[in-house]
Every structure is written in C-alpha cells, then in structure tokens.
C-alpha cells in the first residue's frame, strides 16, 4: 500500500502563491496517473489538477491559468504550483491517484486564503 504525505500549505492572503508537495512511498508510483484533489468547508472532495505518468496535465475549470502540476518521478512526488489564490481556494489539499480504487487518503494540507 502507498502512503502519501501532503505538506506546503498555510495562511496566504488573496493573490499569494503556495508550492504544495506529495511524497508518495514506494516504487510504483510512476506508473500512476497523480491528481490533486481538495476539500472545502462544506464542500465534497473535488479533483483540481490532474497529471498522467508521462506528464500530460489537465485542471479544473476554476484553477485553469492560475494552478500547475508537476512531478518528479525519481523522488516519487507530486507538485502543486498554485498562484494567484482566491479566497475560494481555501481548502484541505490532497493528492491520491486518478484510479477508482484510491490509496489510502493522507492528512492533506490545509490552504487558507484570507485578508
């Protein structure tokens, strides 16, 4: 079983930038297509970035422009690149695999975005 590790997360006011990283254990996970997923207050889990294993990327309607995913295979970990942050954006940030059958969630990392 992979675990994942979240972290890069804070307090940001509105218009900031946040370099969020997953560190996934094991050697498998290249061959996985990564995604970003977050969890407002309130709200359901959603995917915002996704990214396959030869890098093709693909984002959510509401982050497209301002958000960017990358990973580093060689250190197993997964990248969130986000700018321009909006108040909306304040949520609980995970990564996970962009199969049906996830992982086991990790603790994620809190994003709050607020004057």
């Known amino acids: 079983q992979v675990q994942l590790v979240e972290s890069g997360g804070g307090w940001v006011q509105p218009g900031g930038s946040l370099t969020l990283s997953c560190a996934a254990s094991g050697s498998i996970f290249s061959a996985y297509a990564m995604g970003w997923y977050r969890q407002g207050p309130g709200k359901q889990r959603e995917l915002v970035a996704g990214?396959?294993?030869?890098?093709?990327?693909n984002y959510a309607d509401s982050v497209k422009g301002r958000f960017t995913i990358s990973r580093d295979n060689a250190k197993s970990t997964v990248y969130l690149q986000m700018n321009s942050l909006k108040p909306e954006d304040t949520a609980v940030y995970y990564c996970?695999?962009?199969?049906?059958?996830?992982?086991?969630w990790g603790q994620g990392t809190q994003v709050t975005v607020s004057s």
């Open positions: 990214i396959t294993s030869t890098g093709s990327t």
């Open positions: 996970n695999n962009r199969l049906i059958n996830k992982w086991d």
